[in-house]
């Protein structure tokens, strides 16, 4: 058990530019879910997968975000054309169920 | 929707003494209930969760929540603090067996002095 693992740790970006996060879970998980957290915040939920199948979507999730977990393993975060507030903490997290999520330590985006 | 509320964003214990953090739930429905805690640098780590089979819970390194659903509350305790109890705690609500609509609260920061 590798845990769940995170690239890259730091991202910074100009507003404007995209950008791409990878998670790659627990091999055995078929749960997986992506976090946002902001200072002072908990994580606030984006988006969860079933396998490969995009089960539910955030509201806080614009057109600019998009996710995809290709073949039921690793999963992608892309943003397009950043902006300020995106900057935050981005948390992916697997799961078997039972609500014990394993998260990994997280991807910092710093939009300039 | 469900959600949690953590009453207190920094708590401050001394070495030794009781530790409460304070967590009221809001949900329609019969919710399972979660504390996480994260430790600088780390990612998440579940400590304890409620899904309705007993209202007290215990769970790792000495903690435990009661769950009170008069109070729709789920306070999370230890009755002496060490020192490498210093971490963000969150307290979690779902109501989905999947737990695929987990939400978390906004956390408390645990300082624990000499």
């Known amino acids: 058990d590798t845990g769940v693992s995170q690239n890259p740790r730091h991202k910074i970006t100009k507003r404007g530019q995209n950008v791409t996060f990878r998670c790659d879970p627990i091999?055995?998980?078929?749960?997986l879910y992506w976090y946002r957290q902001t200072l002072g915040q908990g994580p606030e939920f984006l988006t969860y997968?079933?396998?490969?199948?995009?089960?539910?979507k955030s509201r806080l999730l614009s057109d600019r975000f998009s996710a995809e977990r290709p073949k039921g393993s690793f999963s992608t975060l892309e943003i397009q054309r950043t902006e300020q507030g995106d900057s935050a903490m981005y948390l992916c997290?697997?799961?078997?169920?039972?609500?014990?999520?394993?998260f990994g330590s997280g991807t910092q985006l710093s939009v300039l | 929707a469900q959600s949690v509320t953590q009453l207190g964003s920094h708590v401050s214990v001394s070495e030794g003494a009781l530790v409460l953090l304070r967590c009221n739930y809001s949900?329609?429905?019969?919710?399972?209930l979660f504390w996480y805690v994260q430790y600088p640098n780390q990612g998440l780590q579940l400590l304890l969760k409620?899904?309705?089979?007993?209202?007290l819970v215990k769970g790792i390194n000495g903690f435990e929540a009661e769950f009170k659903k008069s109070e729709t509350s789920f306070h999370l305790t230890k009755p002496s603090a060490h020192m490498s109890d210093a971490a963000e705690y969150f307290c979690?609500?779902?109501?989905?067996?999947?737990?695929?609509?987990?939400?978390f609260g906004a956390g408390t920061r645990l300082t624990v002095k000499p």
């Open positions: 091999s055995e998980h078929n749960r």
């Open positions: 979690a609500v779902s109501t989905l067996r999947g737990n695929n609509d987990m939400r």
């Open positions: 949900s329609s429905v019969p919710p399972y």
């Open positions: 997968f079933q396998n490969e199948a995009q089960l539910e």
């Open positions: 997290a697997s799961s078997l169920g039972g609500g014990k999520l394993f």
């Open positions: 409620y899904t309705s089979a007993a209202t």
